[in-house]
Protein backbone atom coordinates (compact mmCIF):
# COMPACT_ATOMS: atom_id res chain seq x y z
CA UNK A 1 0.00 0.00 0.00
CA UNK A 2 0.91 3.56 -0.20
CA UNK A 3 3.77 4.85 2.23
CA UNK A 4 4.14 8.23 3.80
CA UNK A 5 6.84 9.11 6.04
CA UNK A 6 7.77 12.01 7.98
CA UNK A 7 10.76 13.29 9.39
CA UNK A 8 11.99 13.87 12.17
CA UNK A 9 9.89 11.47 14.03
CA UNK A 10 10.61 13.83 17.36
CA UNK A 11 12.04 17.07 18.09
CA UNK A 12 12.59 19.45 21.11
CA UNK A 13 13.53 22.68 20.39
CA UNK A 14 13.80 25.79 22.47
CA UNK A 15 11.38 28.83 22.48
CA UNK A 16 11.45 31.08 19.81
CA UNK A 17 12.80 28.65 17.10
CA UNK A 18 11.71 27.52 14.55
CA UNK A 19 11.21 23.41 13.30
CA UNK A 20 10.63 22.20 9.97
CA UNK A 21 8.60 18.90 9.45
CA UNK A 22 8.90 16.91 6.55
CA UNK A 23 6.47 14.97 4.38
CA UNK A 24 7.06 12.85 1.77
CA UNK A 25 5.67 10.41 -0.09
CA UNK A 26 7.28 7.10 -0.80
CA UNK A 27 5.68 5.35 -3.77
CA UNK A 28 3.37 7.62 -4.98
CA UNK A 29 3.03 10.96 -5.96
CA UNK A 30 0.52 13.75 -4.23
CA UNK A 31 -0.19 16.80 -5.60
CA UNK A 32 -2.41 17.57 -2.54
CA UNK A 33 -1.19 16.77 1.04
CA UNK A 34 -2.73 17.57 4.54
CA UNK A 35 -1.70 18.92 7.73
CA UNK A 36 -3.23 17.91 11.10
CA UNK A 37 -2.45 18.46 14.94
CA UNK A 38 -3.22 16.64 17.57
CA UNK A 39 -3.06 17.34 21.38
CA UNK A 40 -2.67 14.87 24.13
CA UNK A 41 -6.52 12.50 24.01
CA UNK A 42 -8.07 14.62 21.54
CA UNK A 43 -8.54 14.08 17.93
CA UNK A 44 -7.04 15.17 15.05
CA UNK A 45 -7.78 18.63 13.82
CA UNK A 46 -6.91 19.63 10.11
CA UNK A 47 -4.53 22.37 10.16
CA UNK A 48 -4.18 23.15 6.21
CA UNK A 49 -4.03 21.61 2.94
CA UNK A 50 -0.88 21.88 0.82
CA UNK A 51 -0.78 22.30 -2.90
CA UNK A 52 1.84 21.22 -4.77
CA UNK A 53 3.04 24.94 -6.90
CA UNK A 54 1.01 26.75 -5.08
CA UNK A 55 -0.22 28.62 -2.05
CA UNK A 56 -1.46 25.98 0.78
CA UNK A 57 -5.12 26.75 2.35
CA UNK A 58 -5.49 27.03 5.91
CA UNK A 59 -8.49 26.34 8.29
CA UNK A 60 -10.16 28.81 9.71
CA UNK A 61 -7.89 29.75 13.02
CA UNK A 62 -4.77 28.60 11.48
CA UNK A 63 -2.25 31.49 11.57
CA UNK A 64 -0.54 31.18 7.99
CA UNK A 65 2.53 33.39 8.87
CA UNK A 66 3.09 30.76 11.67
CA UNK A 67 2.56 27.53 10.37
CA UNK A 68 4.61 27.79 6.77
CA UNK A 69 3.62 24.88 4.29
CA UNK A 70 6.13 24.54 1.71
CA UNK A 71 4.80 21.96 -1.27
CA UNK A 72 8.12 21.78 -3.68
CA UNK A 73 7.41 18.21 -5.07
CA UNK A 74 5.02 15.95 -5.88
CA UNK A 75 6.26 13.78 -2.81
CA UNK A 76 7.46 16.58 -0.03
CA UNK A 77 5.12 18.75 1.54
CA UNK A 78 7.22 20.74 4.69
CA UNK A 79 5.67 22.44 7.87
CA UNK A 80 7.76 25.00 9.46
CA UNK A 81 6.62 26.39 12.95
CA UNK A 82 8.08 30.06 13.22
CA UNK A 83 8.70 31.31 15.84
CA UNK A 84 7.60 28.54 18.26
CA UNK A 85 5.93 28.59 21.55
CA UNK A 86 4.95 25.94 24.58
CA UNK A 87 1.56 26.04 23.20
CA UNK A 88 3.07 24.67 20.12
CA UNK A 89 3.57 21.14 21.43
CA UNK A 90 1.65 18.78 20.12
CA UNK A 91 2.01 15.39 17.60
CA UNK A 92 2.37 17.08 13.97
CA UNK A 93 0.41 14.27 11.44
CA UNK A 94 0.41 14.67 7.52
CA UNK A 95 -1.70 12.60 4.92
CA UNK A 96 -2.07 12.10 1.50
CA UNK A 97 -4.42 10.72 -0.73
CA UNK A 98 -3.28 7.94 -3.08
CA UNK A 99 -4.43 8.90 -6.23
CA UNK A 100 -4.56 12.69 -5.78
CA UNK A 101 -8.18 12.99 -6.03
CA UNK A 102 -11.58 13.67 -4.10
CA UNK A 103 -12.50 10.99 -2.06
CA UNK A 104 -9.55 8.76 -2.04
CA UNK A 105 -8.31 7.08 1.01
CA UNK A 106 -6.07 9.27 2.66
CA UNK A 107 -2.52 7.58 3.99
CA UNK A 108 -1.50 9.09 7.13
CA UNK A 109 2.45 9.71 8.26
CA UNK A 110 3.75 8.33 11.11
CA UNK A 111 3.69 11.80 13.07
CA UNK A 112 6.14 14.13 14.55
CA UNK A 113 6.40 14.92 18.38
CA UNK A 114 7.17 18.43 18.77
CA UNK A 115 8.05 19.54 21.93
CA UNK A 116 8.96 23.45 22.96
CA UNK A 117 10.54 24.21 26.10
CA UNK B 1 -19.49 23.44 9.15
CA UNK B 2 -19.77 19.35 9.39
CA UNK B 3 -19.00 17.62 12.81
CA UNK B 4 -18.71 13.95 13.61
CA UNK B 5 -19.12 13.22 17.16
CA UNK B 6 -19.14 9.81 19.17
CA UNK B 7 -21.58 8.40 21.97
CA UNK B 8 -19.18 6.36 24.22
CA UNK B 9 -15.59 8.36 24.75
CA UNK B 10 -14.06 4.89 26.35
CA UNK B 11 -15.21 0.82 25.93
CA UNK B 12 -13.80 -1.88 27.59
CA UNK B 13 -14.70 -4.86 26.48
CA UNK B 14 -13.14 -8.83 27.09
CA UNK B 15 -10.58 -10.52 24.73
CA UNK B 16 -13.29 -12.59 22.30
CA UNK B 17 -16.18 -10.39 22.51
CA UNK B 18 -17.77 -8.19 19.91
CA UNK B 19 -17.26 -4.52 20.07
CA UNK B 20 -19.42 -1.97 19.01
CA UNK B 21 -18.30 1.87 18.44
CA UNK B 22 -20.59 4.34 17.53
CA UNK B 23 -20.58 7.70 15.35
CA UNK B 24 -22.96 10.18 15.38
CA UNK B 25 -22.71 12.84 12.65
CA UNK B 26 -24.74 16.48 12.15
CA UNK B 27 -25.74 17.45 8.85
CA UNK B 28 -23.80 16.33 6.08
CA UNK B 29 -23.75 15.97 1.84
CA UNK B 30 -21.18 14.12 2.50
CA UNK B 31 -21.36 10.60 0.50
CA UNK B 32 -18.26 8.99 2.15
CA UNK B 33 -17.08 7.57 5.56
CA UNK B 34 -14.08 5.76 7.18
CA UNK B 35 -12.87 4.42 10.55
CA UNK B 36 -9.21 4.87 11.43
CA UNK B 37 -7.72 3.28 13.95
CA UNK B 38 -4.86 4.99 16.11
CA UNK B 39 -2.20 3.26 17.85
CA UNK B 40 -0.44 5.11 20.53
CA UNK B 41 2.58 7.50 19.64
CA UNK B 42 1.19 6.71 15.43
CA UNK B 43 -0.53 8.22 12.83
CA UNK B 44 -3.94 7.19 11.87
CA UNK B 45 -4.81 3.64 10.22
CA UNK B 46 -7.38 2.99 7.65
CA UNK B 47 -9.58 0.16 8.67
CA UNK B 48 -12.98 0.15 6.60
CA UNK B 49 -15.09 2.76 4.80
CA UNK B 50 -18.49 3.20 3.60
CA UNK B 51 -20.55 5.18 1.05
CA UNK B 52 -23.81 6.84 1.82
CA UNK B 53 -25.62 4.61 -0.77
CA UNK B 54 -24.76 1.97 1.24
CA UNK B 55 -26.10 0.79 4.56
CA UNK B 56 -23.02 -2.17 5.44
CA UNK B 57 -19.91 -3.09 4.35
CA UNK B 58 -18.10 -5.95 5.77
CA UNK B 59 -13.94 -6.18 5.87
CA UNK B 60 -11.89 -8.89 7.78
CA UNK B 61 -13.89 -8.80 11.32
CA UNK B 62 -14.73 -5.54 11.33
CA UNK B 63 -18.32 -4.37 10.02
CA UNK B 64 -19.22 -0.81 9.23
CA UNK B 65 -23.18 -0.28 9.42
CA UNK B 66 -24.73 3.75 8.26
CA UNK B 67 -27.77 4.49 9.29
CA UNK B 68 -28.98 7.77 6.74
CA UNK B 69 -32.07 8.19 8.78
CA UNK B 70 -30.59 8.93 12.12
CA UNK B 71 -26.92 9.74 11.08
CA UNK B 72 -25.74 7.52 13.01
CA UNK B 73 -22.45 5.38 11.75
CA UNK B 74 -21.03 2.44 13.91
CA UNK B 75 -17.78 -0.06 13.84
CA UNK B 76 -17.88 -3.56 14.97
CA UNK B 77 -15.00 -5.87 15.67
CA UNK B 78 -15.92 -9.31 15.87
CA UNK B 79 -13.75 -11.38 18.37
CA UNK B 80 -11.82 -8.70 20.07
CA UNK B 81 -8.22 -9.36 20.44
CA UNK B 82 -5.17 -7.38 22.62
CA UNK B 83 -3.82 -6.11 19.64
CA UNK B 84 -7.17 -3.89 18.68
CA UNK B 85 -6.89 -2.03 21.47
CA UNK B 86 -6.14 1.55 20.32
CA UNK B 87 -8.15 4.71 19.95
CA UNK B 88 -10.79 4.29 16.88
CA UNK B 89 -11.88 7.63 14.93
CA UNK B 90 -15.05 7.88 12.34
CA UNK B 91 -14.26 10.45 9.39
CA UNK B 92 -16.22 12.42 7.56
CA UNK B 93 -14.72 12.26 3.66
CA UNK B 94 -14.51 13.89 0.73
CA UNK B 95 -11.51 16.01 -0.22
CA UNK B 96 -10.49 16.66 3.06
CA UNK B 97 -10.82 14.37 6.17
CA UNK B 98 -12.33 15.56 9.18
CA UNK B 99 -12.46 13.26 12.40
CA UNK B 100 -14.38 12.75 14.92
CA UNK B 101 -13.95 12.73 18.68
CA UNK B 102 -12.33 9.30 18.95
CA UNK B 103 -13.25 5.75 21.50
CA UNK B 104 -10.66 4.31 23.56
CA UNK B 105 -10.29 0.55 23.02
CA UNK B 106 -9.83 -1.23 26.01
CA UNK B 107 -9.23 -4.86 25.53
CA UNK B 108 -9.09 -7.21 28.47
CA UNK B 109 -7.34 -10.80 28.40
Known amino acids: GAVVSQHPSWVICKSGTSVKIECRSLDFQATTMFWYRQFPKQSLMLMAT?????????EQGVEKDKFLINHASLTLSTLTVTSAHPEDSSFYIC?????????????FGPGTRLTVL | GESVGLHLPTLSVQEGDNSIINCAYSNSASDYFIWYKQESGKGPQFIID?????DKRQGQRVTVLLNKTVKHLSLQIAATQPGDSAVYFC????????FGAGTRLFVKA
Open chain 1, 95 to 107: SAPARGGFTDTQY
Open chain 2, 91 to 98: AFGGFKTI
Open chain 2, 50 to 54: IRSNM
Open chain 1, 50 to 58: SNEGSKATY
